[in-house]
């Protein structure tokens, strides 16, 4: 029979990552990360927000960029779910709409490693997600 | 929405929306009662008794100016279709409880999809909230909450791709194991 995974086998990976982890961890000022949030309401679930969020959790931690990956409510813009608002350290944030995993593919390529555009680009003017989440 | 587990992060997403530090989620397989049921609990800054009956009406955004969204509607419907209900009890103050029964063998129940993904999205992504997942079937339960996570972390950060591919296998496992025995 097969080993079916429990807690403890928590304590077994925490090991294994410990070194790697540990070095990262100090340097984790989150404004020196490149921020990405997922607007994760029922407009952006529907259309694919989640496995968007998925795949960049596991592709900043295989190309080694450090980064914070979080979910966030509506951010208003419905009819372009998946949405994402992406942060690059000492720069404006820009919202992303229509993203699936082939686009958040060339966000991480393009503009979070080069700072080139790439298509998909909401014009907003800025105001934190936070705020729009207020005002609804 | 494609399945349960999806509808359930959309309603979490509701509960983290409303502040929740403590979020509760129960499913349980009743196929005696023919029921599939499940159940948020949240902490949260809860709905005024005069929203209660309209958060749920999908022709209360039209009436009215105020935005009331998908989530909520979209749920109850999917429920109802298949012979079972939702009920929201709520206090201002002090959070609100969503219970949401399918009908079991119903063709028009979704399946559950990746729940395990789901939870180690939410646990792993905010950790500042304390998850509790519950899941029992006629075979046995499941439970994991934040906080065991944390405390054999040790230290060592929740929010991590590692972190989130492991409670995702883990719970996946831990479910077949009580469904299909
Ligand atoms: N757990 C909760 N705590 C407090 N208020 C809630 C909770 N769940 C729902 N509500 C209230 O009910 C409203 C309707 O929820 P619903 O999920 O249907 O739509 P929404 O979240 O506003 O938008 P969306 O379509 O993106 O889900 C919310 O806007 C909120 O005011
Ligand atoms: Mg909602």
């Known amino acids: 029979m097969s080993h079916v995974k429990s807690l403890a086998d928590l304590r077994k990976l925490k090991e294994d990552l410990q070194g790697k982890m540990s070095l990262r961890e100090k340097s984790n000022h989150p404004e020196s990360m490149v921020q990405v949030k997922v607007a994760m309401a029922t407009c952006g679930i529907a259309s694919g927000a989640k496995q968007v969020m998925e795949f960049f959790i596991n592709e900043f931690d295989k190309r080694n960029i450090q980064a914070v990956v979080t979910q966030t409510g509506c951010m208003g813009y419905c009819y372009a779910e998946p949405t994402i608002e992406v942060t690059v350290p000492g720069q404006e944030p820009i919202v992303f709409g229509y993203v699936d995993t082939k686009k958040a593919d060339e966000i991480i390529e393009k503009y979070i490693k080069n700072g080139e555009l790439v298509e998909g680009i909401i014009p907003v003017k800025y105001q934190s997600i936070e705020i729009n989440k207020e005002n609804k | ?181």
């Open chain 2, 1 to 181: 929405m494609k399945d349960l587990s999806l509808h359930i992060l959309d309603i979490v997403q509701n509960s983290i929306s409303a502040g929740a530090l403590e979020i509760k989620v129960s499913i349980l397989e009743d196929q005696d009662r023919d029921q599939y049921s499940m159940e948020i609990i949240d902490n949260g800054r809860g709905i005024k008794a005069e929203d209660l009956d309209r958060v749920t009406d999908p022709f209360f955004t039209s009436r009215t100016t105020r935005k009331v969204g998908m989530g909520l509607p979209l749920l109850k419907q999917n429920a109802e279709r298949t012979g079972g209900s939702l009920s929201i009890s709520s206090t201002p103050g002090k959070g609100t409880s969503i219970n949401v029964v399918f009908g079991w063998s119903n063709i028009d129940r979704p399946s559950m999809g990746d729940i395990g993904s789901t939870m180690a999205l939410l646990i792993s992504s905010n950790p500042a909230i304390r998850f509790i997942y519950n899941h029992t079937t006629a075979s046995g339960s499941f439970k994991l909450d934040t906080n065991e996570v944390i405390e054999m972390l040790d230290g060592l950060s929740i929010t991590s791709a590692p972190v989130y591919n492991f409670l995702k296998e883990m719970i996946n496992e831990n479910l077949r194991e009580i469904q299909f025995s």
